[in-house]
């Protein structure tokens, strides 16, 4: 069974610039997270999607960050503008009904 | 509000030695799990304890959950150098959405 698949791997941009992260979750898997993770912390839930829709955003920066997930399956996160602070590894996760959530391997967003 | 203390957060030990890392949460919470991340790499799943008591073994590592103490156990044994990472708890909110609910990770660090 194939993982959750997620790109670019590593994105380095400046300040004010934009940028968007890819996920395609486990087949079948209905919710879908994104974590926002800085050095030497835990994950940060930014947002929870069930099938397509949104279930949970309440710490997600809705003035530069929005997210989407067409169809129910990949989804999209964008963050315009990108600030410093947003360097982080953005982790996707997705999970079947309330079992563990596995995550991809993780975006690298440098912010210089 | 559901909150998750892991100690201690950073762990320095010998190989062949045995150590204990506590999860302690603050409300109920039907799951606990544990997570290990290896330095740039993602999450990956190790235990999902669901109910007062269980305990679970893979390996060198022996996971635990005590409902009523509100505490979860990680219990190394005989310490290898291949189980350096960061150990994460995560509890499950059970009423908001069954949020996962994370400690801040134990870094361990197993020397020769």
């Known amino acids: 069974e194939a993982g959750v698949a997620q790109s670019p791997r590593y994105k380095i941009i400046e300040k004010r610039q934009s940028v968007a992260f890819w996920c395609n979750p486990i087949?079948?898997?209905?919710?879908l997270y994104w974590y926002q993770q800085i050095l030497g912390q835990g994950p940060k839930l930014l947002i929870q999607f069930q099938n397509n829709g949104v279930v949970d955003d309440s710490q997600l920066p809705k003035d530069r960050f929005s997210a989407e997930r067409l169809k129910g399956v990949d989804s999209t996160l964008k963050i315009q503008p990108a600030k410093l602070e947003d360097s982080a590894v953005y982790l996707c996760?997705?999970?079947?009904?309330?079992?563990?959530?596995?995550f991809g391997p993780g975006t690298r967003l440098t912010v210089l | 509000e559901l909150k998750v203390e892991q100690n201690p957060l950073f762990l320095s030990m010998q190989e062949g030695k045995n150590y204990t890392i506590y999860c302690n949460y603050s409300t109920t919470s039907d799951r606990l799990y544990w997570y290990r991340q290896d330095p740039g790499k993602s999450l990956e799943s190790l235990f999902v304890?669901?109910?007062n008591g269980a305990v679970k073994q893979e390996g060198r590592l022996m996971a635990s959950l005590d409902t009523k103490a509100r505490l979860s156990t990680l219990h190394i044994t005989a310490a290898v150098h291949d189980l350096s990472a960061t150990y994460f708890c995560a509890a499950n909110n059970a009423g908001n959405n069954r949020k996962l609910i994370w400690g801040l990770g134990t870094s361990l660090a197993v020397n020769p």
């Open positions: 304890l669901l109910s």
């Open positions: 996760a997705s999970t079947l009904g309330i079992n563990e959530q596995f």
């Open positions: 087949s079948g898997h209905a919710t």
